[in-house]
Nanobody, 123 residues
Framework: QVQLEESGGGSVQPGGSLRLSCAVS????????MGWYRQAPGNQRELVAR???????NYTDSVKGRFTISRDNAKNTVYLQMNSLKAEDTAVYYC?????????????????WGQGTQGTVSS
């Protein structure tokens, strides 16, 4: 089994900050990439930020310069520091991981998701 435990969501005023955390645990051989997606009401789920095990980082254009993704490979944990938040950042944020699972006597590549954490930005 693989579990993704998220924390750090909440409500802030415009210009405020939130820090999201996601720890992955279970029968894991390796994690090639971890990231954050978000979905606002009526919108499609979109990639916010992603980081590979080698340190390659991608951000969606709307968060560049405001959000920072980081990863602690030893702890299988990914973080998203969100600064200068805007109302349009309001969404449910989902942790995502590309995991090579230990299955029986072998391995299986799988994409795992957290349950989501609400981030709300309003005055």
């Amino acid at each position: 089994q693989v579990q993704l435990e998220e924390s750090g969501g909440g409500s802030v005023q415009p210009g405020g900050s939130l820090r999201l955390s996601c720890a992955v645990s279970g029968s894991i051989f390796s994690i090639s990439a971890m990231g954050w997606y978000r979905q606002a009401p009526g919108n499609q789920r979109e990639l916010v930020a992603r980081i590979t095990s080698g340190g390659t980082i991608n951000y969606t254009d709307s968060v560049k310069g405001r959000f920072t993704i980081s990863r602690d490979n030893a702890k299988n944990t990914v973080y998203l520091q969100m600064n200068s938040l805007k109302a349009e950042d309001t969404a449910v944020y989902y942790c995502h991981a590309d995991v090579l699972r230990i299955v029986g006597r072998g391995y299986e590549q799988h994409q795992d998701w957290g349950q989501g954490t609400q981030g709300t930005v309003s005055s």
